[in-house]
């Protein structure tokens, strides 16, 4: 049982650039979220996934796209990667409304 | 201490002391809150929940205390070890319902003094 598996650990991209990053959790959760944290600002919500076949926008969603690819799978893309998007990026799942989110260990990005 | 939106940087304690990080809240409406630890390089580590119906909640070496009159979440550590070190923060479902109804608090480190 591995939880949230993120990839890559970490990534360099140039601006322009573009690139997904792959996110995987086998606990059979309903719910899955892509955080960005930045240093004195927490975790800020991009995009979460209630349930298989729906997306919505979270706080922070200029510049990403995501794909619930099946019920274990939440991607999140870069299409043009900015200075802006430096970041550490979680991915996160539930099982229900008031359980606590599970995160996997994170993807490094930068981007110059 | 803590509340969720703002920022309290450090805490430091002596190896063995207890620890009690706190967390104040706004919102009357929020019935769910949970601590996480944040360790350098990985990422958040559920450590206990509590929902409002309880005003206390014991896991191994931690208790959080509810006090809904204040609106004030506190986690306490038992004879803290320097493996504490970390960033803890809370979450509150600001009494939502849905998929995206947690909200954090930006963190307080913890620092454990051999």
């Known amino acids: 049982n591995a939880g949230v598996t993120q990839t890559p650990k970490f990534q360099v991209l140039k601006t322009g650039q573009s690139m997904t990053l792959q996110c995987a959790q086998d606990?059979?959760?309903?719910?899955m979220y892509w955080y960005r944290q930045d240093p004195g600002m927490g975790l800020r919500l991009i995009y979460y996934?209630?349930?298989?076949?729906?997306?919505d926008k979270g706080e922070v969603p200029n510049g990403y796209n995501v794909s619930r690819l099946n019920k274990r799978e939440f991607s999140l893309r870069l299409e043009s990667a900015a200075p802006s998007q430096t970041s550490v990026y979680f991915c996160?799942?539930?099982?229900?409304?008031?359980?606590?989110?599970?995160f996997g260990n994170g993807t490094r990005l930068t981007v110059t | 201490g803590e509340s969720v939106g703002l920022h309290l940087p450090t805490l430091s304690v002596q190896e063995g002391d207890n620890s009690i990080i706190n967390c104040a809240y706004s919102?009357?409406?929020?019935?769910?809150f949970i601590w996480y630890k944040q360790e350098s390089g990985k990422g958040p580590q559920f450590i206990i929940d509590?929902?409002?119906?309880?005003d206390k909640r014991q896991g191994q070496r931690v208790t959080v205390l509810l006090n809904k009159t204040v609106k004030h979440l506190s986690l306490q550590i038992a004879a803290t070890q320097p493996g504490d070190s970390a960033v803890y923060f809370c979450?509150?479902?600001?009494?939502?319902?849905?998929?995206?109804?947690?909200?954090f608090g930006t963190g307080t480190r913890l620092t454990v003094i051999p």
């Open positions: 996160a799942s539930k099982m229900a409304a008031n359980s606590p989110l599970h």
């Open positions: 606990m059979n959760h309903n719910s």
């Open positions: 996934s209630a349930s298989e076949g729906t997306t």
């Open positions: 919102n009357s409406a929020s019935d769910y």
């Open positions: 509590i929902r409002s119906n309880m």
């Open positions: 979450a509150e479902n600001k009494g939502q319902t849905g998929a995206n109804n947690l909200f």
